[in-house]
């Protein structure tokens, strides 16, 4: 793996960066793994998501809110095991959840690390799982999305979008101006339970309502390819943005009969109401107003970018209950 033998990963605890560690772990050219969460060392969080016993994985506990954290990690523990390079995944995953606390684990984490790796001794390359959440659909824009597709800048919309944008365009912005590699992988929803995907909290009710009227079709990323994805990008010399697609393209009422639940169309303006209700009564995450546009119109990545410069073509199909 050219120039990233040594890679630290962000929110390694979590269902995606724990897959994401033992996919390095599984590369004969990785030589350690320092993996980074907000949960003590030794702790049943940290001993069920990351392999034990693992000679060539470090586990580092760290705050990434706090700045004076994040630089002596950086110029400490990382310098001292020569990292190479970072992949910085970590992101508040609750929708219900907002303010400046998530705003700094979301955004300002992110400017932290870019401008404290632009004056590192040994890592030279960042890449960045941001969402595919970013782009904005609407109806008379293309429903197959490339990466020049414009980004949701409404200063309306939620936090939990705006914060994604946001960290999207800090990482873009670094992009040629020093000597740190970026690259930003916006990728398709990941459909997993613990990974803050929407769609997987909607799908967990028995009845699921949609707009009546609209079927629109959805593209969606299993944790394998995610992972295939950014083992990519730690493989490329060079820097961009890519789409990150994945195996699975289908219509919302087709994706709710394959999980084995009950689709009843519902009048759009009934829907928020309905959810927010939904949402008081059991604590469930999933917010229409987050997801109006995607379950109106279509939008699906565009992979061509990563295909031809990464190499990456999404190959693991999403195991679905029925």
Not at 96 to 121: A, C, I, K, Q, T
Not at 145 to 162: C, F, G, I, K, N
Not at 245 to 257: E, H, K, N, Q, V
């Amino acid at each position: 793996m050219s120039g990233a033998r040594r890679v630290m990963v962000s929110g390694a605890t979590t269902p995606g960066g724990a897959a994401l560690v033992r996919a390095l772990l599984e590369e004969p050219s990785i030589e350690l793994v320092l993996a980074l969460g907000l949960e003590e060392a030794g702790s049943a969080a940290v001993a069920t998501a990351l392999p034990g016993a693992e000679r060539r994985l470090v586990y580092e506990q760290v705050d990434l809110r706090r700045p004076r954290a994040l630089r002596r990690l950086l110029f400490g523990r990382a310098r001292a095991l020569e990292i190479s390079a970072v992949v910085h995944s970590a992101l508040h995953r609750s929708a219900r959840d907002g303010g400046r606390g998530v705003h700094d684990l979301n955004v300002e984490s992110m400017r932290e690390f870019l401008h404290l790796l632009e004056r590192h001794p040994t890592i030279s390359r960042l890449v960045v799982r941001s969402y595919a959440e970013v782009y904005r659909l609407v109806q008379d824009r293309p429903s197959i999305v490339d990466e020049e597709h414009p980004l949701d800048l409404r200063p309306e919309a939620p936090q939990w979008v705006r914060d994604r944008v946001e960290a999207d365009l800090t990482a873009c912005s670094a992009m040629g101006q020093g000597r740190l590699k970026v690259i930003v992988l916006r990728c398709a929803e990941c459909l997993a339970p613990g990974s803050g995907s929407q769609l997987y909290d909607y799908l967990q009710s028995r009845v699921c309502m949609r707009p009546l009227g609209f079927d629109p079709m959805m593209n969606l990323l299993s944790i394998e390819d995610q992972c295939a994805a950014i083992v990519s990008a730690l493989r490329y010399g060079g820097q961009g943005i890519f789409n990150i697609p994945g195996a699975d393209t289908l219509p919302l009422s087709r994706l709710i009969a394959r999980f084995g639940r009950v689709e009843v169309p519902v009048p759009a303006p009934l829907l928020g109401p309905l959810y927010r209700l939904r949402s008081a009564t059991i604590g469930a995450d999933f917010r229409y107003d987050l997801n109006y546009w995607r379950f109106h119109f279509s939008g699906v990545l565009d992979g061509a970018r990563a295909r031809e410069r990464l190499g990456y073509s999404p190959q693991h199909p999403l195991r679905f209950p029925r």
